[in-house]
């Protein structure tokens, strides 16, 4: 009913820059909240940004300042800018879309495949 496809990982030195985005198709009535998660190896999947519908966003501390999270609602697609990236960023970032398909009339979490980020020192 719903896809999420996620594009923008890949391989970067420390200080670099990436930005992910994930592309929602499918029987979309609206999205609702957005966000952006993260599983390193050995670690639990943990939230990094979200933003929900007409609010302001939020972040995980070590994030701050240099995350953006940023919605198209006419695209929908969400992006996840990350500057001045650290080794400690590296992990599989998952998308994550609160969705209304048409016809229904409550939301369902949809998530992205996973995309890998890996920041070399």
């Known amino acids: 009913q719903v896809q999420l496809v996620e594009s923008g990982g890949g391989l970067v030195q420390a200080g670099g820059s990436l930005r992910l985005s994930c592309v929602a198709s499918?029987?979309?009535?609206?999205?609702?909240?957005v966000g952006w998660y993260r599983q390193a190896p050995g670690n639990q999947r943990e939230q990094v940004a979200a933003?929900?519908?007409?609010?302001?966003?939020v972040y995980k501390d070590s994030v701050k300042g240099r995350f953006t999270i940023s919605r198209d609602n006419a695209k929908n697609t969400v992006y996840l800018q990350m500057n001045s990236l650290k080794p400690d960023d590296t992990a599989v970032y998952y998308c994550?879309?609160?969705?209304?398909?048409?016809?229904?009339?409550?939301?369902?979490?949809?998530w992205g495949q996973g995309i890998q980020v890996t920041v070399s020192s």
């Open positions: 994550v879309l609160s969705v209304v398909i048409e016809g229904q009339l409550y939301e369902t979490d949809y």
């Open positions: 499918g029987n979309i009535f609206s999205i609702n909240a």
């Open positions: 933003i929900h519908r007409g609010s302001s966003a």
